[in-house]
Structure formats: structure tokens, C-alpha cells
């Protein structure tokens, strides 16, 4: 009898595999691999420089990591591959491949290597905001019911503005292609056959499985070339999350050490892979994945059109729920850039003669700070922001530097700017009739940042709660790939099923502190005030600066 699942996460810079007992979802042994590219955002391999915005993958490095760790995680393991029941994906989205009709990436090939918009573009690949733009315009003046789901905007990070950009600046590469999501372009990988993702389509491409995609005439309106565009290069069978995609090539079954015909689960949204894995299963439940960038999921037991979401589906995590996405573009990121940019060599020395890391360092200082105590307050756009704004051309802002003003400071307004942007989501939410009750954390930063956790647990003043599962996306494909497999299998006969067995909300909570919290409501409502200052059209600053920023870049590339 087959008991364990293969559960495969494709995310911003790596991959990995991880193995689960179908039983309880206890996770038996996991191996990630860096993509040898990481992100395409200066130039391509070949050394052709990128224009800002751009953000672009190379496709062999998604099979250079499913090669180098299924098969190590097979043998390192133990397990036999007749015990593996099913196989799942999760990936990054919308990361959108350009394919030829046999499934071959056309930057592959040596007429495209040099043409910038035949690679996978990835999901903050931003150039395409005036697309996006473009697109919102003709949707709002048609009256386009659909935009309602997607909080009455449209993100450049979703599908179409990538196939817009593509159309109009690289004609020949829309004509040769068919398009398909990441986690798309694998399942074909895997068993040959090109599913479509419900749940890709359904946030990232403006399909619901009540209507479809937008008509025609919509197209149309967008670019006379578009008319028939979802039946013309979107075709193929659409897949709810856990259902049966196909099965495992012979072929690379060989490569990856398990039994050909082994199924293999739809793929779906990383993000969206972690709520079965958090035991994400009632209304009123959040959960965020915390890692470069925050995704946050919210359950609801009805449909309703929220500004600023990045869309409402209905069965699009979990069954019998609606579930609504929205997200911050930047996250732990931001940290990144700033260990990486502005802290001292002086901190970097203490830090290594401590034997720890700058975060861990930069944490014990920030937390011996009360809430306010730095005069600092930060506005969390390092990478625009997803929602609720839906604007990739916002920027960053820190405000209340003086002489005195310490790294440790700057640290604790950046931790506490990524809170401040949540709580704008939840309060949100909250408006229009949606409160959400308990936040489930998930993510590298959920586990590694105490810090964050408590702060965010102040200033949402709910519960914060840390998953069960170390890699909650990875092992969210597992549940998908035991769903896919059917009982008969070794697997279960739904995603539910497999959710409530497998998943683990963890037992790790944080609770507000009642002192901070109320200090946090104040500054909670200067950064409201900032927010919707530099964001909600009263000072127009950051929107110069971005415009003059990109006219300086295409000077240059001219």
C-alpha cells in the first residue's frame, strides 16, 4: 500500500522536494536546490542587459532543481517508490512561459535567446504596469463585472499585462507561442499533458468557474489581436486544486527514482498550497506566507467585492469557501536589501564575534525598544505595493531620522511598517463585512523572527499563530498530490479529506500585549495618514520619482 506523497514547491530562488506520510502529513525528509540563474532582473545569460522592471527566470534551472532533488530525496529517505502515492506542485504566480505547442520554452530556442520577452517572466516582473493600467481602463469603461473580484484593479504582476507587454513589444514571440503558468509548464513536464490550474486562472487571469473568462468583446477592446486569445493560447483541460492531472512519464520517472503512471496532482499557487498544510478549514481564518514577499489568504463564507484584493474564488483553496487573496509585494526583502545596503561594518564585526547572525543581532537590539520610542515610522513599498493600493510604482519611506538614529531602529520601524501594511489589508477586509479573527503564519520568517511575530500579533491585535509545518507550501503539495491519488491509492478521496489528516496548524502562539497594542493604534494612524497621503493621489512624489527613474533607465538603454 503506497503511504507517502512527493509534495514540489517551486519558488522565487529555489526548489524543493519534501515526503510525507499520508497519514498524519508528518514530514519524513526534504531537499532543496538554488536555481543555478536565480532572477533574470540586470541582464539574460547571455549577458544582454534588462530594462528596469524586468524580472525574468531561465526554465532549465526548474528542471535542473526537480532533478537534483526528487531523486535525493527518494534515496536518502529509504522509501521504495511503490510507496509513493501521488506527486504535487506548488509554484510562484504568475511566473508565465512562453511554450511552443510541444511544450518547448521558446527562449530555448536560438532564434528567441536574445528576444527578452520569450523568457519566464516571474511574478514581480513590474515592467508591465502601464499595461496593467491599460487593461483596468477598458475594463472599468465596459463596465467588466469581473473586476469586482479583483478589488476593482489590475496588478502587473498578474497574466495579462505579461501577454500584453509580449503582444506589443514582441509581436513575433506572442505569434509563435501558447502561454502557460509554472506550475503549469511542470505538471506537462511530469505526465505530458498541458492542465490548466483553476486556481492560477482564476486569480492571475480573470477566469471563474461560474462564467469563464471575459468575453470576447473585452478582448478585443484591450487589442483587436487579443479576440480570441483564452481559446488560442490558454487552451487545455481546467483543474481544480487536488484533482488528478495525470500520470508520471516513464521517462522521467527513470530520472527521478519513482514508478511511471504515479499521479500527479493540478498545480496550484504557492501560496495557496499552504492552507490545507496550516488546517486553514473555517471562515474567518487568515494565514500568510511570509517569505520574500507576504501572501495573505483569508477563508469566507460569501462573495464580496473588496477594493484592493488580488481576487475571490469560489473553491480556489479550500472547498465550500470563497477565498480571497491579497499580499504585500515586499517583505523579507525589504530586511534583505537593508542588511545588505545600509547597515555598519562595525555591527557585521559584533555580530560575528558573537557568533550570530546580523538579524538575530539586529532582533536582540530592536526588542529592547518600546513601541514609538524611535520617533521612526516606515512605509513598507520597497517593491510598490500589491494591496490595497495595487501599485507597483509606490516606493518606500522612512521618516523621523535624526543624528541619533541607530541601525537597530531602522530595523524595528521596517519590521513594524510590514505589520502596519497587513493591518491596512485586515482592516480592509474587516469593512466590508470579512473580519478575520486569527492570524496562521507561514514561511521562513514565520519560524526565524520572534520579533516580527509579536509585533504583529500588537498591531493586529489578534492572535498570531506559527504553522506546524516548517515548509508549508512543499508539504501543501503533498496533500494535493494525496488528494490527486484517491483512497484507492493510498491517498484520499478529497483535498479536504487529505487536509484535515495531513495539515498542521502548529501550537506556537503569539498574543497581543494589550500596552503595545494600544501604542501601535496611534502609530498605526500616522501610518494610515501616510499611506493614503503618498498612495491615495495627495502627494504625487513617488510617482515622479518613478517616472523619472524609468525615463533616466530607457535613455540609457537606447
Not at 532564434?111 to 511574478?123: G, N
Not at 505538471?187 to 469563464?212: C, H, M, N, Q
Not at 498545480?267 to 481564518?285: E, Y
Not at 509579536?454 to 507550501?473: E, K, Y
Amino acid at each position: 500500500m503506497s503511504r507517502y506523497t512527493v509534495g514540489l514547491d517551486f519558488g522565487t530562488l529555489s526548489a524543493r522536494a519534501l515526503l510525507a506520510d499520508t497519514a498524519d502529513g508528518k514530514v519524513l525528509h526534504t531537499v532543496s536546490a538554488d536555481y543555478p540563474h536565480g532572477v533574470l532582473d540586470v541582464c539574460l545569460p547571455s549577458g544582454k542587459p534588462l530594462p528596469k522592471g524586468f524580472a525574468l527566470q531561465h526554465p532549465g534551472d526548474y528542471l535542473f532543481a526537480l532533478y537534483e532533488t526528487v531523486p535525493v530525496l527518494i534515496r536518502e529517505s529509504g522509501v521504495r517508490p511503490e510507496e509513493i502515492a501521488g506527486i504535487g506542485i506548488d509554484f510562484t504566480s504568475s511566473t508565465l512561459l512562453p511554450l511552443r505547442e510541444d511544450g518547448t520554452p521558446l527562449c530555448l530556442l536560438d532564434e528567441f535567446r536574445e528576444e527578452i520577452h520569450a523568457w519566464p517572466k516571474l511574478w514581480k516582473h513590474h515592467s508591465t504596469a502601464p499595461y496593467a493600467r491599460e487593461i483596468e481602463k477598458v475594463a472599468e469603461a465596459r463596465g467588466e463585472a469581473f473586476l469586482g473580484r479583483y478589488g476593482g484593479r489590475v496588478s502587473s504582476e498578474w497574466l495579462l499585462p505579461k501577454v500584453l507587454e509580449t503582444l506589443r513589444e514582441a509581436p513575433a514571440v506572442y505569434d509563435r507561442a501558447i502561454f502557460a503558468e509554472g506550475m503549469d509548464y511542470m505538471v506537462r513536464i511530469l505526465t505530458g499533458e498541458l492542465s490548466r490550474s483553476a486556481s492560477s486562472l482564476g486569480y492571475k487571469a480573470f477566469w471563474d468557474p461560474r462564467d469563464g473568462f471575459p468575453s470576447a468583446d473585452f478582448f478585443r477592446a484591450v487589442d483587436p489581436r487579443l479576440e480570441a486569445f483564452p481559446a488560442e493560447k490558454l487552451g487545455g483541460r481546467i483543474l481544480p486544486p487536488g484533482s488528478y492531472a495525470g500520470s508520471l512519464l516513464p521517462g522521467i520517472a527513470g530520472k527521478l527514482g519513482l514508478l511511471p503512471g504515479t499521479p500527479v496532482a493540478a498545480g496550484t499557487l504557492d501560496a495557496h498550497a499552504a492552507g490545507p498544510a496550516l488546517g486553514v478549514t473555517r471562515a474567518g481564518q487568515m494565514y500568510a506566507v511570509l517569505g520574500t514577499s507576504g501572501c495573505h489568504m483569508l477563508l469566507g463564507d460569501r462573495e464580496k467585492a473588496i477594493p484592493g484584493i488580488c481576487g475571490v474564488i469560489k473553491d480556489g483553496i479550500m472547498p465550500g469557501f470563497y477565498g480571497y487573496e491579497a499580499g504585500q509585494s515586499g517583505f523579507g526583502d525589504i530586511f534583505a536589501w537593508f542588511l545588505k545596503n545600509a547597515v555598519p561594518l562595525s555591527l557585521a564585526e559584533e555580530a560575528k564575534a558573537k557568533g550570530v547572525g546580523l538579524h538575530d543581532l539586529l532582533s536582540e537590539k530592536a526588542a529592547r525598544l518600546f513601541p514609538g520610542e524611535s520617533g521612526l515610522l516606515a512605509l513598507d513599498w520597497w517593491n510598490g505595493n500589491r494591496s490595497v493600493l495595487v501599485d507597483p510604482d509606490l516606493s518606500g519611506l522612512l521618516v523621523g531620522m535624526t543624528l541619533q538614529t541607530s541601525p537597530a531602529e531602522i530595523y524595528r520601524a521596517l519590521l513594524e511598517s510590514v505589520a502596519f501594511g497587513m493591518r491596512m489589508i485586515v482592516e480592509t477586509f474587516r469593512e466590508y463585512g470579512l473580519p478575520a479573527d486569527e492570524l496562521i503564519a507561514a514561511g521562513g520568517i514565520a519560524g526565524k523572527n520572534p520579533l516580527l511575530m509579536q509585533i504583529l500579533a500588537d498591531v493586529l491585535r489578534f492572535p498570531v499563530r506559527i504553522g506546524g509545518a516548517d515548509q508549508a507550501s512543499a508539504l501543501g503539495a503533498a496533500i494535493l498530490g494525496a488528494s490527486a491519488a484517491g483512497k484507492a491509492r493510498g491517498g484520499y478521496d478529497s483535498l479536504a479529506d487529505a487536509a484535515a489528516h495531513m495539515g498542521n496548524a502548529g501550537s506556537v502562539v503569539y498574543l497581543p500585549d494589550p500596552e503595545r497594542a494600544d501604542r501601535y493604534d496611534t502609530l498605526f494612524g500616522a501610518y494610515r495618514t501616510l499611506h493614503d497621503l503618498f498612495g491615495r493621489g495627495g502627494v504625487s512624489t513617488m510617482k515622479l520619482l518613478s517616472s523619472l527613474a524609468r525615463s533616466r533607465d530607457e535613455e540609457v538603454s537606447l
